[in-house]
């Protein structure tokens, strides 16, 4: 199995930055696509960026140019760099991540986190 550990977060003003991990421990034999989503109060929990296995990034579009994901293999970790940081980003962040358990078996397994608040005053 695989645990997925979300870090980071807190309480940033208006224009500041946070950084998020995402550390994967336990047995896999290799992480494939890495992901946050994020969900704030009332609303749906909403994909906020991607990045594969091969460093392909994908941003939703109102997020383009201020959140940066990024990872690095050999510590199995991924993050989320957010930059200009608005009180809509308010929100719970997780990571999502897809883990292939075995060299013999090529199947994706899917991984959440518990989440990390992230709280932006204006």
């Known amino acids: 199995q695989v645990q997925v550990v979300e870090s980071g977060g807190g309480l940033v003003q208006a224009g500041g930055s946070l950084r998020l991990s995402c550390a994967a421990s336990?047995?896999?034999?290799?992480?494939?696509?890495i992901a946050w989503y994020r969900q704030a109060p009332g609303k749906q929990r909403e994909l906020v960026a991607t990045?594969?296995?091969?460093?392909?990034?994908t941003y939703a579009d109102s997020l383009k140019g201020r959140f940066t994901i990024s990872r690095d293999n050999p510590k199995n970790t991924g993050y989320l760099q957010m930059n200009s940081l608005e009180p809509e980003d308010t929100a719970v962040y997780y990571c999502n991540l897809k883990a292939q358990l075995n060299p013999w078996n090529r199947t994706l397994i899917n991984y959440w986190g518990q989440g990390t608040q992230v709280t932006v005053s204006s």
């Open positions: 990045i594969t296995s091969d460093g392909t990034r």
């Open positions: 336990g047995r896999a034999f290799r992480i494939d696509a």
